[in-house]
């Protein structure tokens, strides 16, 4: 499928147990995110990528790892999951542009809704 | 104080009313300023964007940027029921490409 795809798209967990979410996507874009969306909190940034092997955090990265081999994935996990990481999560990309300054489109997934329980 | 503020709503309008949809910046060196729209159970998909002070129109949408005030605001002009949605607004400095997002506005459109 062409454009950014999320995987699973639901998922309920138990606390304590590790979980993975992946984000791919087909357009080679060199910047990826991850951002978790919460009632009262809006979208709120974890983890980005630059590029590959090149991650760096966000605003809420505490408990989540990520790491991105190949430009095109960025899975984001969660070691050891607890009741407050229930929440909806958007993998995003953008192209950048030439230079590294400005600003450019973020395309963002569907989402994965994580429960924990 | 957060970085970016934006009242929640919800904002229900009818059919055919002008939207005004509003946010504030703490932080003078944004430069990028970003309009998403959220449809329920979606992802985001950029609306609009704005590079410093100053206006920019797009078919029905207006973005309007105030950045001595560090004020950004939204205009639907003949709004619609497919505009129901979740606005949110996005800010960014313009050096690595982070996003920093305000809680969005749902926004409802009655027929």
């Known amino acids: 499928d062409a454009g950014i795809t999320q995987s699973p798209r639901y998922k309920i967990t138990e606390t304590g147990r590790q979980v993975t979410l992946m984000c791919h996507q087909t357009?080679?874009?060199?910047?990826m995110f991850w951002y978790r969306q919460d009632l009262g909190h809006g979208l709120r940034l974890i983890y980005y990528?630059?590029?590959?092997?090149?991650?760096d955090k966000g605003e809420v990265p505490d408990g989540y790892v990520v790491s991105r081999s190949k430009t095109e994935n960025f899975p984001l996990t969660l070691e050891s999951a607890t009741r407050s990481q229930t929440s909806v999560y958007f993998c995003?990309?953008?192209?950048?542009?030439?230079?590294?300054?400005?600003?450019?489109?973020?395309?963002f997934g569907p989402g994965t809704r994580l429960t924990v329980l | 104080q957060k970085e970016v503020e934006q009242d929640p709503g919800p904002l229900s309008v009818p059919e055919g009313a002008i939207v005004s949809l509003n946010c504030t910046y703490s932080n003078s060196a944004f430069q990028y300023f970003m309009w998403y729209r959220q449809y329920s159970r979606k992802g985001p998909e950029l609306l609009m964007y704005t590079y410093s002070s100053g206006n920019k129109e797009d078919g029905r949408f207006t973005a309007q940027v105030d950045k001595s005030s560090k004020y950004i605001s939204l205009f639907i002009r003949d709004s619609q029921p497919s505009d129901s949605a979740t606005y949110l607004c996005?800010?960014?400095?313009?050096?690595?490409?982070?996003?920093?997002f305000g809680k969005g506005t749902l926004l409802t459109v009655n027929p």
């Open positions: 357009w080679s874009h060199s910047y």
């Open positions: 990528s630059a590029a590959a092997d090149i991650t």
């Open positions: 995003a990309s953008s192209g950048g542009l030439a230079g590294g300054f400005g600003t450019d489109t973020q395309y």
């Open positions: 996005a800010i960014e400095r313009g050096s690595n490409y982070k996003l920093t």
